[in-house]
């Protein structure tokens, strides 16, 4: 209980004692909450030759608990989980996030960037989820630029996902020509995601002229992303472009980082099975009501939209497919065993 050690300190220690005190507290990340450790995961026979798989995520103290489940489950299902490369993408400082990882995970092989949130502060506009608007969520755009040039290609996941199958059958796709793989969904209402201006516009809805396919829906919370083709396509500056449009001539869109994805990609994506994206588990951006999957197979659950299942579970008002996810969950509870620690 590291809070209270610090009052008990303070109430003995001289002045420099408790300047040192509270900021090396708040350095070493006193309020991240603590988690268990994972069990080592270790390749099976065969993975010699298995392919090194790249994956991306962001890291940060509000879905940190996501983002630990989606590892393990990642490493649970896999057959060759010390192939598993994680690029973490965290705002600083990350140095309490890497500890945290590096204590759950011992043996996991991982990098954490650190992203300039000026890059995109200034290209945010408000949305209808707060939580859409931190900068953090526009750090897949900017995947190609923070990894090293050897990642060619790379699994984008977003924090409040499990993945239940192995990670190496969506690593595997042929990509073909494409830049970006992910499951397309065109019995969404795709003229939705665009507000009446940007519809009336004479000049932006051609943005979507000559695409390979009708322009269609497309979640951008699991994404294969040819790292080569983005950089040499300058992908990067596509989205900002549009981020730049939305931000001072004209409000296009009303949700975050996801309309720039669409308005670059829509019609253009090599098309991955729907198991690998079975979202909208956390209900909609404004209530968080329940949900259920989608009909077919289950490779990927995602709890995108406003409820996450670690906020329902923990206000014992879980939906019923919250419980799909709390097997991954390695928050450290109250009274939990540390088997590490004596007995008090
Ligand atoms: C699709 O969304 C637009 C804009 O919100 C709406 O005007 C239109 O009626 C919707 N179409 C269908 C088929 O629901």
């Given at each position: 209980?590291?809070?209270?050690?610090?009052?008990?300190?303070?109430?003995?220690?001289?002045?420099?004692?408790?300047?040192?005190?509270?900021?090396?507290?708040?350095?070493?990340?006193?309020?991240?909450?603590?988690?268990?450790?994972?069990?080592?995961?270790?390749?099976?026979?065969?993975?010699?030759?298995?392919?090194?798989?790249?994956?991306?995520?962001?890291?940060?103290?509000?879905?940190?608990?996501?983002?630990?489940?989606?590892?393990?489950?990642?490493?649970?299902?896999?057959?060759?989980?010390?192939?598993?490369?994680?690029?973490?993408?965290?705002?600083?400082?990350?140095?309490?996030?890497?500890?945290?990882?590096?204590?759950?995970?011992?043996?996991?092989?991982?990098?954490?960037?650190?992203?300039?949130?000026a890059l995109v502060r200034g290209k945010i506009s408000s949305s209808v989820r707060r939580a859409l608007d931190q900068p953090l969520n526009y750090a897949r755009i900017y995947l190609?630029?923070?990894?090293?040039?050897?990642?060619?290609?790379?699994?984008?996941?977003?924090?409040?996902?499990?993945?239940?199958?192995?990670?190496?059958?969506?690593?595997?796709?042929?990509?073909?020509?494409?830049?970006?793989?992910?499951?397309?969904?065109?019995?969404?209402?795709?003229?939705?995601?665009?507000?009446?201006?940007?519809?009336?516009?004479?000049?932006?809805?051609?943005?979507?002229?000559?695409?390979?396919?009708?322009?269609?829906?497309?979640?951008?919370?699991?994404?294969?992303?040819?790292?080569?083709?983005?950089?040499?396509?300058?992908?990067?500056?596509?989205?900002?472009?549009?981020?730049?449009?939305?931000?001072?001539?004209?409000?296009?869109?009303?949700?975050?980082?996801?309309?720039?994805?669409?308005?670059?990609?829509?019609?253009?994506?090599?098309?991955?099975?729907?198991?690998?994206?079975?979202?909208?588990?956390?209900?909609?951006?404004?209530?968080?009501?329940?949900?259920?999957?989608?009909?077919?197979?289950?490779?990927?659950?995602?709890?995108?939209?406003?409820?996450?299942?670690?906020?329902?579970?923990?206000?014992?008002?879980?939906?019923?497919?919250?419980?799909?996810?709390?097997?991954?969950?390695?928050?450290?509870?109250?009274?939990?065993?540390?088997?590490?620690?004596?007995?008090?």
């Amino acid at each position: 209980m590291p809070g209270r050690h610090l009052a008990a300190l303070t109430l003995v220690a001289p002045a420099w004692l408790i300047a040192v005190a509270c900021c090396t507290n708040h350095l070493t990340g006193g309020d991240l909450p603590a988690f268990r450790e994972a069990p080592a995961f270790r390749n099976g026979r065969g993975c010699a030759d298995a392919p090194t798989i790249n994956i991306a995520m962001t890291l940060d103290a509000t879905y940190l608990r996501g983002s630990l489940a989606g590892v393990l489950s990642i490493l649970q299902h896999t057959s060759c989980p010390e192939n598993v490369i994680f690029h973490f993408v965290a705002t600083s400082p990350f140095h309490p996030l890497r500890r945290t990882v590096a204590a759950s995970f011992p043996s996991l092989s991982f990098r954490i960037y650190r992203f300039d949130s000026a890059l995109v502060r200034g290209k945010i506009s408000s949305s209808v989820r707060r939580a859409l608007d931190q900068p953090l969520n526009y750090a897949r755009i900017y995947l190609a630029d923070l990894l090293p040039r050897s990642v060619r290609r790379v699994i984008y996941f977003d924090s409040d996902l499990v993945v239940v199958d192995d990670v190496a059958r969506l690593w595997g796709i042929d990509l073909g020509h494409h830049v970006l793989g992910a499951p397309e969904y065109c019995h969404a209402n795709f003229t939705a995601y665009f507000t009446d201006r940007f519809w009336s516009d004479p000049d932006f809805p051609r943005a979507f002229d000559g695409r390979e396919r009708r322009a269609c829906y497309f979640n951008t919370g699991v994404m294969v992303m040819d790292l080569e083709k983005w950089r040499a396509g300058g992908y990067t500056r596509r989205l900002e472009g549009w981020m730049e449009i939305q931000k001072k001539a004209a409000r296009i869109y009303e949700l975050g980082s996801l309309p720039p994805f669409l308005l670059v990609f829509a019609g253009e994506v090599k098309r991955v099975g729907h198991r690998w994206n079975q979202h909208g588990l956390g209900g909609d951006n404004v209530e968080g009501l329940c949900r259920n999957l989608h009909p077919g197979p289950v490779s990927l659950l995602h709890w995108s939209g406003k409820g996450k299942p670690w906020l329902r579970l923990d206000a014992g008002r879980p939906c019923q497919l919250d419980g799909l996810w709390k097997p991954y969950d390695l928050l450290r509870r109250r009274g939990d065993r540390d088997p590490f620690a004596a007995d008090v």
